[in-house]
């Protein structure tokens, strides 16, 4: 079994970058920005419980990172960098702690490390349930009209909010709620200490209005990206901005290339 996606192409020789989108979004997430690195192959995934890959169910991180790399290897994808999203930033650290074959660098933007303690992670597995439940039973509109008023959200007008919520109501809620407990934080490893021994390029891009995030940013040893004008979910609210920023990190990676 692979994950759906679509692809971009670009130049021979240069390394391919893998986009992996939020919880609730697809492989449309990343388009814009990748429009704007037209030179690298590239390649939008849906996740687990997601647009085209909305019939695939996962019981954790291992079950979707060896999804991932089946879906690679069935690509031929064999020179990439990683870039995620929240959800897809975590599942990207989770993958690129797995010392994948092929993986060249990694670029997160908005995502967690993983939780510290026990009574966190119980809070967290508490909330994760309590959101899931709502998912499965409850209009997807009624549900993200409350999702996005969460405090990391607290940057969106009110007009984002409104589009965001529209687009994110065509999911299946069911898919949704299985995925969040799946992938829940509660379930996530704390990755701080095996990213610290990475030996690929780690950069941590954050908007500079998610003060969340930002402090997060200052626990990994990662290069540190500012997006302006931007909360939680900078490569929506300032793609250009997160192509530029991309771009340079890409840029400096040259040498990568053969």
């Not at 690509?75 to 990207?92: E, Q």
């Not at 999911?171 to 509660?186: R, V």
């Not at 490893?189 to 200052?218: C, N, Q, S």
């Not at 530029?244 to 040498?255: D, E, P, V």
Request: glycine residues 8%.
């Amino acid at each position: 079994m692979i994950l759906s996606g679509k692809t971009r192409a670009g130049k021979p020789g240069f390394p391919w970058l893998v986009f992996l989108h939020g919880f609730s979004g697809d492989s449309r997430e990343w388009q814009d920005v990748g429009a704007q690195l037209p030179d690298y192959p590239q390649l939008h995934l849906d996740l687990p419980g997601h647009g085209d890959s909305a019939n695939i169910a996962v019981a954790g991180f291992d079950e979707v990172s060896q999804l991932l790399a089946d879906t690679l290897i069935s690509y031929n994808i064999l020179k990439f960098w990683l870039v995620g999203y929240s959800l897809g930033g975590r599942i990207a650290m989770f993958h690129a702690c797995q010392h994948p074959v092929g993986l060249i660098g990694l670029i997160v933007e908005g995502g967690h490390p993983g939780l510290h303690d026990e009574p966190t992670r119980k809070a967290r597995a508490e909330s994760d349930a309590q959101w899931a439940e709502r998912f499965r039973r409850e209009p997807l509109e009624n549900v993200f009209s409350a999702w996005y008023q969460q405090p990391v959200f607290a940057a969106l007008q009110e007009t984002e909010r409104d589009a965001l919520v529209a687009l994110r109501s065509q999911n299946n809620g069911a898919a949704l709620g299985a995925m969040l407990q799946a992938t829940s934080l509660a379930q996530q490893p704390d990755l701080r200490a095996a990213l610290r021994a990475h030996d690929y390029p780690f950069h941590y891009v954050y908007g500079e209005h998610d003060d969340k995030f930002g402090a997060i940013a200052t626990e990994l040893t990662a290069q540190r990206h500012v997006i302006p004008n931007a909360g939680h979910n900078a490569h929506r609210e300032n793609p250009a901005a997160v192509a530029a920023c991309l771009a340079q990190i890409l840029r400096l990676r040259i040498k990568d290339i053969p």
